[in-house]
């Protein structure tokens, strides 16, 4: 049963441009979200989070938003860069400290 | 500087030969994670360790184990591999469980890839 789900397997956008990157949730307690970047043959690196009691937090070029009410949570990176280019995972937090990813989303960023 | 260090990087054992992947850190954290990641699936948490209390997710299987004997080092032990065992299996860590402040998160190692035949 997949509780964080990310629909878009894959997304392609133009150096410059706004990339936005979608995940859905369905546990109604997670209470912290996260989201990572990974390269190839390496191990996924902590991008940006946000907490349950926020909607929206910004830290460069990188912006989460969190809709609690309709469970959805979306990556927002602007202006996209060619070194972007990576697969996303979102990542939520239940109670025991147990993390819950979804299946990624592979960005390509075209120069 | 590697922070969460993954050995081997690739391993490949037979069929129901026991196997043992290690993982080490650096950052000196209370919390360690082992995920299972098979191909275009999302991480699967397994088990973790706080400092050394043991918490097994529900749906892992009796055939993985684990060790923590000291706060750098992690074992993840597969006692008799199958061949829907064969994934990426990635360590994590982070300073602690309960914050849920801004910013505490986990340090994945580089992952080791198991080949079961």
């Known amino acids: 049963d997949q509780q964080v789900k990310q629909n878009s397997p894959s997304l392609s956008v133009q150096e410059g441009r706004i990339s936005i990157l979608n995940c859905d949730y369905t546990?109604?307690?997670?209470?912290?979200f996260l989201w990572y970047k990974k390269y190839p043959a390496e191990g996924p690196t902590f991008l940006i989070s946000?907490?349950?009691?926020?909607d929206k937090n910004e830290d460069g070029r990188f912006t989460v938003f969190l809709n609690k009410s309709a469970k959805h949570l979306s990556l927002h990176i602007v202006p996209s860069q060619p070194g972007d280019s990576a697969v996303y995972f979102c990542?939520?937090?239940?109670?025991?400290?147990?993390?819950?990813f979804g299946t990624g989303t592979s960005l390509t960023v075209i120069p | 500087d590697a922070m969460v260090i993954q050995n081997p990087r690739y391993q490949v054992t037979q069929f129901g030969k026991p196997v043992t992947l290690s993982c080490s850190q650096t950052?000196?954290?209370?919390?360690m994670y082992w995920y299972q990641q098979k191909s275009s699936q999302a991480p699967k948490l397994l088990f973790h360790?706080?400092?050394?209390?043991?918490?097994n997710e529900a749906d892992t299987p009796d055939n993985f184990q684990s060790r923590r004997p000291n706060t750098s080092f992690c074992f993840l032990d597969i006692r008799s591999p199958g061949l829907g065992d064969a994934a990426m299996y990635l360590c994590?860590?982070?300073?602690?469980?309960?914050?849920?402040?801004?910013?505490?998160?986990?340090?994945f190692g580089p992952g080791t890839r198991l080949t079961v035949l």
């Open positions: 946000i907490s349950s009691i926020k």
């Open positions: 994590a860590t982070s300073r602690d469980t309960l914050a849920g402040a801004l910013g505490d998160t986990q340090y």
């Open positions: 990542a939520a937090r239940a109670t025991g400290n147990q993390f819950y």
């Open positions: 950052l000196n954290h209370n919390v």
């Open positions: 360790y706080y400092d050394k209390d043991f918490n």
């Open positions: 546990n109604s307690m997670f209470d912290y």
